[in-house]
């Protein structure tokens, strides 16, 4: 990898406890740009789409299946966590779907090369959001667009309010930004096109939700979380920063668990969705 | 109007300001709804629904389009908002919709009335939401569904953050719940209808969010939150209960109109639904 002089350019969480991105299918995560990408594949069957961050791979995939004749490329700076995505590509027999490593702010494509240009839950992890938006408008093409997907972590909405989840949710937003990425990332997608370069009409905006309600959803969602906080990226971060202790953290992890097994438990947060015309 | 011995039963912000509402449609507030109900009019065409707290009628009248052979009928306990409800079916040529009078806690008609009952935006204002939802289910037909979309108000995600914009935020939620209503309705729609007597397995929840970003939603939804903030019941409940001064709220009324003529402007919030099979 060319080192950029980027800093947050990576994954601050960590692939380790992301089960719950198996979850992410065009369809819960990319439903804002469907329509779209249906219409300018009817035009141009061989469409070529990027998908920036595309970690595990189940987006690219699902998305794959909606250019039968199209190409996906799906860009990610971790080798470890894209060689799950080409095995998951294989097993689902996504055969127009590959992979290679790369960084957003230095992409290893020429200016104009994509169709669409896909990110989901990425920016909100970057140092400087407004470079890595402009190097996604350059790799695409005229008359192409710029897909984005980002949550607003301030957003989460859960039930039952257990106190340690409370805890957990104010721990989340402190480590998140003071790992250098944004917590109201989706809100700030209109603003940072523009400083890109994007004109407000080329810009349209929706804003989307996850929603989990339903036992296997809880409990991979729960688990995942419970995991990250007792021995992952988040709970490490809680006590480097004096935010917790290890018995606070083992709580909320206790926390996690309770909360996939209540019966009226859901988890939701909206997400701020633009399509940018180049 | 029958003396229910409820509290807060009626529509706290008042219905001067509510020009956003007319913004309000089945497609924009009610899409988790309408694939279930295109089904049971295609079963059965003359179905009757049932639309609580109804207000100006714009959500009454565009289900009333899903379903030509069938009823609507809008209740809402302001006598005054369902006789501009009555006028916008008129204009619109709502033939199949009429409004009356009615409270939630103690509707006007007999057990299992209707196939589908609809509600927005309504319990969230209650102080028993869980006897509302109880009185939901009871006019319901066996067979029929209850149909809720209550918004979480602590999502608020919007875009510039203006300082004043931040303090109204906090105004809104304390003076929400200072006068009776939820500010976390929406996660909790899974837990109220169990308590209304619904089984887990007849609930299924999703989650939908508004979006304002285009100049038309942003002016109408700038403007009417400066007027309520200025001289509605918003502003004037923020006085009695000491959190803002007369030239707080004007700060607050001026963010907002500063914010509806921002060019990366934006406003959006999640909202819980759920349809409950009885």
């Not at 990610?76 to 957003?104: M, P, W, Y």
């Not at 309010?161 to 917590?183: S, W, Y």
């Not at 296997?216 to 729960?222: D, L, P, R």
Request: net charge negative; aromatic share 8%; proline share 4%.
């Amino acid at each position: 990898m060319a080192e950029t002089g980027k800093q947050h350019n990576t994954y601050l969480p960590g692939h380790k406890d992301v089960k719950h991105h198996e979850l992410r299918t065009a369809e819960n995560c990319a439903a804002y740009l469907l329509p779209t990408l249906q219409m300018m594949a009817k035009e141009n069957p061989s469409l070529a789409l990027l998908d920036v961050g595309a970690g595990s791979g189940t987006i690219s995939t699902s998305l794959a299946r909606y250019l039968p004749h199209g190409q996906v490329t799906g860009v990610d700076l971790s080798e470890d966590i894209l060689r799950s995505a080409a095995q998951h590509a294989e097993e689902v027999g996504a055969k127009n779907c590959h992979f290679q490593t790369g960084s957003v702010y230095q992409l290893p494509f020429p200016d104009g090369t994509f169709d669409v240009v896909h990110t989901h839950q990425m920016l909100c992890h970057l140092d400087s959001p407004v470079e890595a938006l402009t190097e996604l408008l350059r790799v695409t093409k005229r008359g192409g667009i710029v897909s984005i997907r980002e949550t607003d972590m301030r957003t989460w909405s859960f039930w039952p309010m257990l106190p340690a989840l409370e805890r957990f949710f104010k721990i989340q937003l402190a480590t998140h930004e003071a790992a250098g990425g944004t917590n109201a990332a989706g809100p700030q997608l209109i603003s940072w096109a523009l400083k890109a370069g994007a004109k407000r009409e080329q810009v349209t905006m929706t804003q989307g939700s996850w929603c989990y309600s339903e036992p296997v959803e809880k409990q991979i969602w729960g688990t995942s979380w419970a995991q990250r906080v007792r021995a992952g990226e988040v709970g490490k971060k809680a006590l480097d920063m004096g935010l917790a202790k290890k018995a606070d953290l083992e709580e909320m992890a206790q926390a996690w668990e309770e909360w996939a097994q209540a019966e009226d438990a859901c988890f939701a947060c909206l997400h701020g969705e633009i399509l940018i015309r180049k």
